[in-house]
T-cell receptor
Framework: GAVVSQHPSWVICKSGTSVKIECRSL??????MFWYRQFPKQSLMLMAT?????????EQGVEKDKFLINHASLTLSTLTVTSAHPEDSSFYIC????????????FGPGTRLTVL | EDKVVQSPLSLVVHEGDTVTLNCSYE??????LLWYKQEKKAPTFLFML????IEKKSGRLSSILDKKELFSILNITATQTGDSAIYLC?????????FGTGTRLTVIP
């Protein structure tokens, strides 16, 4: 079945540094990828939607200059958290749609970011 | 290999029917199992289950976990058209959250 991977699984960084998280669709082409952030009490917030080759569409309240999203190919999207601060510590999850008739959404296993 | 499998993939029922959605898993370092309802954008959190045999209930929705047999079910009674959505099951491991591909529920009047 379709698999979405994320790298790294877990990252710890110092405040002020930038962190890049990769999301890959391993055996299908993902025309659309989504980035979510998990908040306490397990709620998920959609941060942005990215389509291959075009600029990402950010949800209201998400700073596009802080959370840079690049969807350079049909199998790779990256989220870069720039100048990370402790409040950016969270669990970031990506998902990808395969663009078929069922338009199934496949979720990655998430990346846990801890900013010290 | 960690995995979460949901069944059925798709379900069409009439209003008033009761449905049972299934989620089986193989995840190392199990911490919790989560159910979400996805209609448009971000999945909406429904339940978090950590202990076997304890039913969680919210209105017409209920869920239970069996950690011995590694599965959970989500029940929806007296379904309404507003219940139409994709229901996602996710299992939290040590550092990851593994999602199933969801069950697409369609409730017709």
């Amino acid at each position: 079945g379709a698999v979405v991977s994320q790298h790294p699984s877990w990252v710890i960084c110092k405040s002020g540094t930038s962190v890049k998280i990769e999301c890959r669709s391993l055996d299908f082409q993902a025309t659309t990828m989504f980035w979510y952030r998990q908040f306490p009490k397990q709620s998920l917030m959609l941060m942005a939607t990215s389509n291959e080759g075009s600029k990402a569409t950010y949800e209201q309240g998400v700073e596009k200059d802080k959370f840079l999203i690049n969807h350079a190919s049909l199998t790779l999207s990256t989220l870069t958290v720039t100048s990370a601060h402790p409040e950016d510590s969270s669990f970031y999850i990506c998902s990808a749609k395969d663009g078929t008739s069922t338009d199934t959404q496949y979720f990655g296993p998430g990346t846990r970011l801890t900013v010290l | 290999e960690d995995k979460v499998v949901q069944s059925p993939l798709s379900l069409v029922v009439h209003e008033g029917d009761t449905v049972t959605l299934n989620c089986s898993y193989e995840v190392t370092n199990f911490r919790s199992l989560l159910w979400y309802k996805q209609e448009k954008k971000a999945p909406t959190f429904l339940f978090m289950l950590t202990s076997s045999g304890i039913e969680k209930k919210s209105g017409r929705l209920s869920s239970i976990l069996d950690k011995k047999e590694l599965f959970s079910i989500l029940n929806i009674t007296a379904t309404q058209t507003g219940d139409s959505a994709i229901y996602l099951c996710a299992v939290e491991g040590a550092n990851n959250l593994f999602f199933g591909t969801g069950t697409r529920l369609t409730v017709i009047p």
